[in-house]
C-alpha cells in the first residue's frame, strides 16, 4: 500500500476504520477535496455552505454504517463513507492523489458493503467532475442515469440540486 515520502509521494498506506478521533482531520480533509473536486461546478451559496464545521458536523452526525480510512504513517490520506448500500463519500488529499489510494478505498468498500450483504453497489458523482468520473469509469462502474440529486445544504437553507450519475457496479468482492 501507499506513504508520503521525501518527494511528498505516497510509498506505503493502509486502510483501517475511521476512529472518532479522526473527526477533526477528516473534516479538514472532506473540505479540502470536495471544494477542489466540486467548488468550480456549483453556485456560490452552495459553496459557501461547505464550511469545515459543516463537514464535521456530518461526520459527527450522519448514520453512516462504515467509514475507512487510508492513513499512512499516521497521517490521514483519504477515506470512504458508506450507508445504505452505497458509497456515499470518497475523498483523498491533493497531494495523495494518483497513487491509487482511492482505489484501495474503494476495493475496501466495497469489502465492507459486501459484508453487509450487497451484491450490488452504488454511488454518485456530479456531472462535471470529470476527474472523479473518469476514475470511476476505470474502475469498472457503469452510469446507471443522470438526475438532478438533492445536495446536502444546513438547516433552513432552501432546498438545491445538481445534476449527478448515479452509478453502478457488480461487487465481486
Known amino acids: 500500500m501507499s506513504s508520503i515520502g521525501d518527494a511528498g509521494m505516497p510509498e506505503t498506506s493502509s486502510v483501517r476504520r475511521a476512529r472518532p478521533d479522526d473527526h477533526s482531520v477528516l473534516a479538514t480533509l472532506w473540505h479540502d477535496a470536495w471544494h477542489d473536486g466540486h467548488a468550480a461546478l456549483l453556485d456560490r451559496d452552495v459553496v459557501a455552505a461547505r464550511t469545515r464545521d459543516s463537514f464535521l458536523h456530518r461526520l459527527q452526525y450522519t448514520p453512516f454504517d462504515d467509514v475507512l480510512v487510508a492513513e499512512c504513517h499516521g497521517e490521514l490520506l483519504g477515506f470512504a463513507a458508506m450507508i445504505a448500500g452505497e458509497v456515499d463519500q470518497l475523498y483523498v488529499a491533493g497531494r495523495a492523489r494518483g ?75
Open 99 to 173: 497513487r491509487g489510494i482511492a482505489g484501495r478505498l474503494l476495493s475496501a468498500a466495497a469489502q465492507s458493503l459486501a459484508e453487509k450483504g450487497h451484491r450490488t453497489i452504488r454511488l454518485q458523482c456530479a456531472v462535471g467532475n470529470a476527474r472523479a468520473l473518469a476514475f470511476y469509469l476505470r474502475e469498472g462502474w457503469r452510469i446507471e442515469k443522470t438526475e438532478p440529486m438533492l445536495l446536502w445544504m444546513p438547516p433552513g437553507a432552501p432546498d438545491r440540486r445538481h445534476p449527478t450519475h448515479l452509478m453502478v457496479k457488480t461487487n465481486n468482492h
